[in-house]
Nanobody, 122 residues
Framework: QVQLVESGGGLVQAGGSLRLSCTASGRSFSTYDMAWFRQAPGKEREFVARIIWNGSRLYYADFVKGRFTISRDNARNTAYLQMNSLKPEDTAVYYC???????????????WGQGTQVTVAS
């Protein structure tokens, strides 16, 4: 019902920046909370950031506070993750997710994108 496609990943040097985008299909984008998760090889998928359906509340994992910013443009059916001051430990596949009445766990989201690779070189 909701299809999500991420873009914007790539290779950057430590201290650099990337902006990830997540574009959704369908007509109900503005009714969903949107979130970003990430997963490194051999590790569990972990919460990064969430923005509620109307964009008025933002939530972040402690390890990205002050460095990453989540935003959304409902008119464009798109969510974003601006990542600054990147560290090698930020290297992971980053996934966009959508859900209603959710929080910061994988099980709280109904729809997922295919992921985009972010690699931070030291």
């Amino acid at each position: 019902q909701v299809q999500l496609v991420e873009s914007g990943g790539g290779l950057v040097q430590a201290g650099g920046s990337l902006r990830l985008s997540c574009t959704a299909s369908g007509r109900s984008f503005s009714t969903y909370d949107m979130a970003w998760f990430r997963q490194a090889p051999g590790k569990e998928r972990e919460f990064v950031a969430r923005i509620i359906w109307n964009g008025s509340r933002l939530y972040y994992a402690d390890f990205v506070k002050g460095r990453f910013t989540i935003s959304r443009d409902n008119a464009r059916n798109t969510a974003y993750l601006q990542m600054n001051s990147l560290k090698p430990e930020d290297t992971a596949v980053y996934y966009c997710a959508a859900g209603r009445g959710v929080a910061d766990t994988v099980s709280g989201y109904n729809y997922w994108g295919q992921g985009t690779q972010v690699t931070v070189a030291s």
